[in-house]
């Protein structure tokens, strides 16, 4: 037994030592479908409560939307459960081409690719398309999965602080003698709710011969006029080369993800990315489900256009109240606490007023600046907003937040 009692205690020890930071990470149990309401037994065995859901990522509200699970049911009758095999081998059917068909359609590409999840596609595609002589220059702030594609590929790396053009045109010239310079961003950053300046980065990669890769999985669906994502906000719909996006937010939230962008280089995703590779094929039922949801969006942009009314007016109502939010204009809205234990309490004070959102602190963000994350929904009614705002307005005024400046939040709580 290599598993000893003193291996055993290393690892309680550890475990131990994560509790006693407070970043201990425990799951809430959701007993109902994902939805603005929702059921949660928390803490565990407790007996489950109605409360309101502010933290998915469900931004149309099509995780249970009845047209998505009835497509998804017909999808599970018509090509059953599972595909047993990576796409290669015998894992595609006719309905993953067609999924890759309308999300070029949809994203305005040349060429798509699913992956497994969208983790997955990020996880692939650097190392599929670049090599040693090549550098990648991604902003600060880039998601995880970014961070380890990046980390998986032989280019040389670099790093510009977040969203800013003059340092990224530096770099730009420091590596141009590279054979490939390729800029690396999220559309929308998942933490602050900013969007990246996509006019300006293509332009900034046009001047220096660099190609453009947007990570819109916070945007797909919903950014944009009729939701084609950032590019479409930026007005540069056709001139980034590589995307990935997930269909596990707005599009459904089940699972899976793609590349979609230069149909050469979608299809050196299909010779070499590993997830692609290597990993089991979306399910049939998945694929029913987003091919459904992309026919709503390309029939009507009415929930798009609910989703931006209510962040406007969720946003609206929290900066009327006095809370101290971070500037933006998607869905994502973090009210900053500056202190994490303050961020621990206020989520846990909201939990018993009935409003489900989860407070952030480093490492997730940045030292000082814990916050609650709030992300609003097209499946939010008014209802639900002015609810979830006495939540809000109650707990804030029991911990004395309330129109108070972030210099005498952090000199009451500590950042
Ligand atoms: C959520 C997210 C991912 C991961 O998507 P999955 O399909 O859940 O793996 C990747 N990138 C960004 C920017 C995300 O927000």
Redesign the pocket.
């Known amino acids: 037994m290599a598993f000893t009692e003193t291996v055993r205690q290393g690892f309680q020890k550890e475990l131990e030592g994560i509790r006693a930071s407070g970043l201990f990470k425990a799951e809430r149990f959701i007993r109902s479908p994902q939805a603005a309401d929702i059921e949660v037994e928390f803490p565990a065995g407790a007996s489950p409560r109605k409360v309101i859901n502010m933290c998915a ?1 469900n931004y149309l509200g099509f995780s249970s939307h009845p047209e998505v699970v009835k497509a998804a049911h017909a999808g599970l009758d018509a090509r059953g459960y599972g595909m047993s095999s990576v796409r290669f081998i015998c894992g595609t059917q006719d309905i993953h081409k067609e999924l890759e068909a309308r999300m070029t359609e949809f994203l305005g590409t040349e060429d798509t690719i699913l992956f497994p ?4 596609a ?1 996880a692939g595609v650097f190392e599929a398309v670049l090599g040693e002589r090549d550098v990648m220059i991604s902003d600060r702030l880039v ?1 995880a ?2 961070i380890d594609g990046v980390r998986l590929c032989k280019a040389q790396r670099d790093i510009y602080q977040h969203c800013d053009m003059a340092h990224l045109a530096s770099l730009l010239e420091k590596h141009a003698g590279r054979r490939l310079k390729v800029v690396i961003t ?1 559309g929308v950053f ?1 933490m602050d709710g900013d969007c990246a300046p996509l006019d300006e980065l293509e332009r900034l990669c046009e001047a220096h011969g660099a190609l453009l890769f947007v ?1 819109d ?2 945007a797909t669906g919903f950014i944009g006029r009729t939701g084609r994502g950032t590019p479409e906000k930026y007005g540069v719909r056709g001139k980034v080369d590589l995307i ?1 996006t ?4 707005a599009l459904g939230g089940a ?3 793609c590349v979609s962008g230069r149909r050469e280089l979608v299809e050196m995703c299909r010779q070499r990315a590993r997830p692609y590779l290597f990993s089991n094929t979306i399910a049939p039922v998945v694929v029913a489900g987003v091919l459904r949801v992309l026919d709503m969006l390309t029939q009507s942009t009415e929930r798009r256009d609910k989703l931006e009314r209510n962040a406007a007016y969720w946003r609206k109502g929290l900066a009327e109240a006095g809370f101290i939010l971070k500037e933006g204009d998607t869905p994502i809205v973090p009210v900053m606490l500056f202190n994490a234990k303050l961020s621990q309490d206020f989520s846990r004070d909201l939990f018993d007023e009935g409003v489900y959102a989860v407070g952030f602190f480093y490492p997730v963000v940045p030292p000082g600046t814990a916050r609650i994350r709030t992300q609003i929904s097209a499946g939010h009614e008014t209802s639900h907003l002015d609810r979830a705002l006495e939540a809000f307005v109650k707990v804030g005024r029991k911990h004395g937040i309330l129109g108070k400046t972030k210099e005498e939040l952090v000199g009451r709580y500590g950042a």
Do not use: L
Not at 117 to 120: A, G, Q
């Open positions: 990522n999840s969208c983790m997955d990020n998601h999965s970014i999220d998942s990570d999985s916070h990935t997930t269909f596990g937010k699972s899976g993800g």
